[in-house]
């Protein structure tokens, strides 16, 4: 089945440790996106990427790291210097559909806790 | 300001009922309009997008945007619930690279 994975679907960060969440899509999507949400909150735009090897800071890009290294993988490294990093973070992927907008997938998000 | 804005509900319906879930945007210049739902713990699902102003109808489901108004709103006819959800409104903005700014979503209820 085509789709976006993500991995793991939780997980538990000490303070001061860096995490790594996977993202990987089969649905030949150029691009790829992650995003964070907060009980309550809208999603965040934390990075994106429109073509391998290249990537943007979002809105909230402070303390996250990514690469895009494969069309199909776009991993998301959570810092120490990450002050509030609980969190449920959704990586998405998409088409362009023609010059209006592109039309975002999300996989099933992974949630990390910081203990 | 918010560059997207939803009630936070809870909106209570009852079963069979048409619930109707509202969305007001900042940038005149957005071109595209998105709604999601979002079970509680799950990820969001893409429900619709509209581009043009006018209805767009799609089973239970018809969006309507107003870009002169600047609101989008999503009805959900013969309300179930199985829609009971989170709905978040997602717009694109005219920017360079039309990244989606989303809403913080309305909790739709509908009782039995």
């Known amino acids: 089945d085509g789709g976006i994975t993500q991995s793991p679907k939780y997980l538990f960060r000490k303070e001061g440790q860096n995490v790594t969440l996977s993202c990987e899509q089969n649905l030949n999507h150029d691009a790829m996106y992650w995003y964070r949400q907060d009980p309550g909150q809208g999603l965040r735009l934390i990075y994106y990427?429109?073509?391998?090897?290249?990537?943007q800071k979002g809105d909230i890009a402070e303390g996250y790291s990514v690469s895009r290294e494969k069309k199909e993988s776009f991993p998301l490294t959570v810092t120490s210097a990450q002050k509030n990093p609980t969190a449920f973070y959704l990586c998405?992927?998409?088409?362009?559909?023609?010059?209006?907008?592109?039309?975002?997938?999300f996989g099933e998000g992974s949630w990390l806790t910081v203990v | 300001q918010k560059e997207v804005e939803q009630n936070s509900g809870p909106l209570s319906v009852p079963e069979g009922a048409i619930a109707s879930l509202n969305c007001t945007y900042s940038d005149r210049g957005s071109q595209s309009f998105f709604w999601y739902r979002q079970y509680s713990g799950k990820s969001p699902e893409l429900i619709m997008f509209?581009?043009?102003?006018g209805d767009k109808e799609d089973g239970r489901f018809t969006a309507q945007l107003n870009k002169a108004s600047q609101y989008v709103s999503l009805l959900i006819r013969d309300s179930q619930p199985s829609d009971s959800a989170t709905y978040l409104c997602a717009v694109s903005m005219n920017t360079g690279f039309q990244k989606l700014v989303f809403g913080t979503g309305t909790r739709l209820l509908v009782s039995p």
């Open positions: 998405a992927s998409s088409i362009p559909r023609g010059p209006q907008a592109d039309t975002i997938y």
């Open positions: 509209i581009y043009s102003n």
């Open positions: 990427s429109q073509i391998v090897n290249d990537f």
